[in-house]
């Protein structure tokens, strides 16, 4: 393992030319196919560089540990929108998650489908390219259009563009009171169809889930977030649904997919939310949960995975494994095949940052 | 005219027949237009101080032609500019004199509207407000709302990466669309996104969003829609000085509020404004906010007494709440005003668009003033204050000898001093032809090498819309070879070209 503790240390491991792998804190570690690549680990560019909380602006060095940066705002009264999460709990891993490697693998948490993804936060970043040569995307302010948006390759790029070393985030204030709605013994596709009339309500719906089995039996939940005074007017918008006790455990359930049985395959398909009761009737023995209203789909299963992947076709999304031994991900590409035109396009793109393939593992 | 842009092909110039006539082939009737006149109507988009009548227009209404007017273009080496309604601001649509315009106003048409997905797929050439009109009857509405938005078009708002007043809270175009179609200058159609949240591998719509039209030409469009907040109520607030302002800004942010819309003015945009269209403001002012909360009526009302509270605590002088939508709009009247009122104050106007970090106002602010004098220019300032956004608008007179390369030369001093602080070039109106060569200012020869390897991914033979956002044009081949040690390029002081 290499552990670079400068720009120009990193400049000069990646102009090499030797096949790398980037990591962070390593929690992600059993994500993609098995790899021989030399590891690169990015923790020495750690550290709060700027942060004025009014400006809802915050620099970290991309080695920076999650934890450290939520507790730094969270003292401010702020947070990360996005709301990240780490994964050492669902994969079973050491260590504790980078906001690099959060950027890198574009994690984002139930929350996100109201306040947006890494990609909607990342304003700005330095790197170190494929190249060798450190360059500077974006900017640190909330609001730019100057030069391609680039920090949006580098949400979930999972380390193929460039090796992030510094990273602008936007930050924006923390609710003050979080209210859990839920209905109880509904079906899938009642399920997606409560989730939907809900957040097209002025309810300001935050999270929305679905546990097919949750302490004893089906559990669709809503999350309103906010000030107080909004609060029970928005909850009572939204007379079908009755207040949830020990929320905070079936959000980080929801999260961390914990409901679902270890022993098999952990897929993560994105799909049309309305088209999410479909891919559930194609694949009747996995076991399921529904988290952004049915547009993220957790599937455990052993089933074939081009089935799976033509199910998440069907409704307009793909599918990644998220979780599965070795032998499976050396067999089974863990990132949805994309069609020709497109994948070409997209092996172009990760030339223009790498045109060597430093980064060109294998993993994905 | 102080712009260059790229010196026109003879040899593309003496095929315009042929050009015309292969275009013709694709595209039947009226949709290849070629005479003077009528290309007159295309010279310039909403930076009107650059002109230019393209070689011929060409208007498809299917993607199929348009994929094969790229083809063809490719094939030939023959230079294509897209365009929707023609409003930037930066000269995004401004035609070249050897390149086809590929305007995209036929694809006018709603395709479909899913209120279940909350989603809405649009042509491009469907305009901005439009989208909000056909989902406005269930409730729903399209979140950015830049000022040109009864004229402007999706596909031009997915191109610069459009914001408006409400995107603070709301997001820029990028933080709105879900999907696009593609065609690439190659001529592929080529799906990005869709329905659901996050792609199958690189993130390659995000990139398209705010590309300016030099990556391909989107001909299909999927947005996020929104249910329309149960109210929304603003604040007029009246300050002695433009520091209590910006304080009071900073303020209600550290207090947890994220308005719909902080809009400032300063001293000389009020008056301007409310000489125009007597919104009511109070004129012994230094600055003045107008913020808008929006949300559950309960929630309005509370948020309302925080911001008057924290106004005060911060020496407002005037305060005055909505008590109902037609107050409400009527305080957004003058500030909405304020580029009209602008323009009778002085032949002409230019509307600057920075970024800065919000602490640094009253510095560049002060600056601002100091250059104003040093050019002999008048600047009013209108101010997205939520997000650091400026407006300045310089006051000149186009048909006084010098004025307008005065005005020019200001505004460039106006953006250096952004960057200089902390901030960028531009918030929301795009690059363009019109902060091309400030590009360096904000970015390294490395940082710009490797936004033109990623145009070089889409379009390597450079064909779509060039002369747009960089400085200079490395041939593909050439940034291939360039190498660039730690950030610094090799013999950084010879000219390169």
Known sequence: MLRPASIGDLCEVIAAGEKLRLRGGGTKDTVGAPCEAQVVDMRSFAGVIDYDPPELVLTVGAGTPLAEIEALVAGEGQMLAFDPFDHARMLGSEGAATIGGIIAAGVAGPARLSRGGVRDHLLGFTAVSGRGEKFVAGAKVVKNVTGYDLPKLMAGSWGRLAALTEVTLKVLPAPRTRRTLIRRGLDAAQAVAAMAYALGTAAEVTAAAHLPDWQGGAVTAIRLDGFTESIAARAAMLPEFEPAEDADALWTAVRDAAPLPLDRPLWRLIVAPGKAPGVISALPHAAWLFDWAGGLIWLATNADPAVIRTAAEAAGGHAMIFRADAAMRAAVPTLHPQPPALAALEARVRRAFDPNGVFETGRF | ?497
Not at chain 2, 5 to 11: V, Y
Not at chain 2, 116 to 131: M, Y
Not at chain 2, 228 to 248: D, H, K, M, N, W
Not at chain 2, 366 to 383: P, T
């Open chain 2, 1 to 497: 005219m102080s712009l260059v842009m790229p010196a026109p092909d003879p040899a593309t110039l003496a095929k315009r027949a042929e050009i015309v006539a292969a275009l013709r082939a694709i595209v039947p009737g009226e949709g290849v237009i070629d005479d003077i006149e009528s290309l007159r109507a295309y010279e310039s988009d909403g930076l009107t101080a650059y002109r230019q009548p393209p070689m011929v227009c060409v208007l498809p209404e299917t993607v199929e032609q348009v994929a094969a007017i790229l083809r063809w273009c490719h094939g030939n080496r023959v230079k294509v500019v897209p365009r929707g309604a023609g409003t930037s601001l930066s000269g995004g649509a401004l035609p070249l004199a050897d390149g086809v315009l590929l305007g995209m106003a036929r694809f006018n048409r709603v395709l479909d509207i899913d209120y279940a997905d909350r989603v809405a797929v649009v042509q491009p050439g469907v305009t901005n407000l439009a989208i909000t009109c056909a989902v406005e009857d269930a409730g729903f509405y399209y979140a950015p709302d830049p000022s040109s938005q009864i004229a402007c078009t999706i596909g031009g708002n997915v191109a610069e990466n459009s914001g408006g007043v409400h995107c603070l809270k709301y997001g820029l175009t990028t933080n709105n669309v879900l999907g696009v179609e593609l065609v690439t200058m190659e001529g592929d159609v080529i799906r990005l996104g869709g329905r659901g949240l996050e792609p199958a591998g690189l993130d390659l719509l995000g990139v398209i969003v705010g590309s300016e039209g030099l990556l391909g030409v989107v001909t299909e469009v999927t947005v996020r829609i929104l249910p329309r907040p149960q109210t929304a109520q603003a604040l007029l607030i009246g300050f002695p000085s433009v520091e209590s302002a910006g304080q009071c800004v900073a303020d209600v942010i550290a207090a947890g509020i994220i308005p719909a819309g902080m809009e400032m003015m300063d001293r000389a945009a009020v008056h301007a404004a409310e000489d125009f269209v007597h919104a009511g403001y109070p004129l012994d002012v230094e600055a003045l906010l107008i913020v808008e909360l929006d949300g559950p009526v309960a929630e309005c009302g509370h948020l309302s007494g925080e911001v008057e509270r924290i106004a005060l605590a911060n020496g407002a002088v005037s305060v005055r709440a909505s008590v109902d939508e037609a107050e409400r709009i009527a305080f957004w009247a003058g500030r909405k005003a304020a580029f009209p009122a602008a323009g009778r104050l002085s032949p002409d106007y230019y509307c600057m668009d920075g970024t800065i970090p919000r602490r640094r106002l009253p510095h560049v602010l002060n600056r601002m003033n100091e250059l104003s004098g040093q050019y002999g220019l008048g600047v009013i300032n209108v101010f997205h204050a939520g997000d650091g956004n400026l407006h300045p608008l310089i006051l000149y007179d186009a048909n006084q000898p010098g004025q307008l390369e005065a005005a020019e030369a200001f505004g460039a001093d106006i953006l250096r001093l952004c960057v200089e602080v902390g901030g960028v070039l531009t918030g929301e109106h795009g690059v363009g032809v019109e902060k091309r060569d400030l590009m360096p200012v904000m970015f390294s020869e490395a940082d710009l090498a490797q936004q033109q390897r990623v145009k070089c991914a889409f379009d390597p033979e450079l064909l779509l819309n060039p002369g747009k956002v960089f400085p200079e044009l490395h041939r593909c081949a050439e940034l291939g070879r360039m190498h660039i040690h730690r950030g610094e390029v090799p013999f950084p002081d010879l000219p390169r070209f």
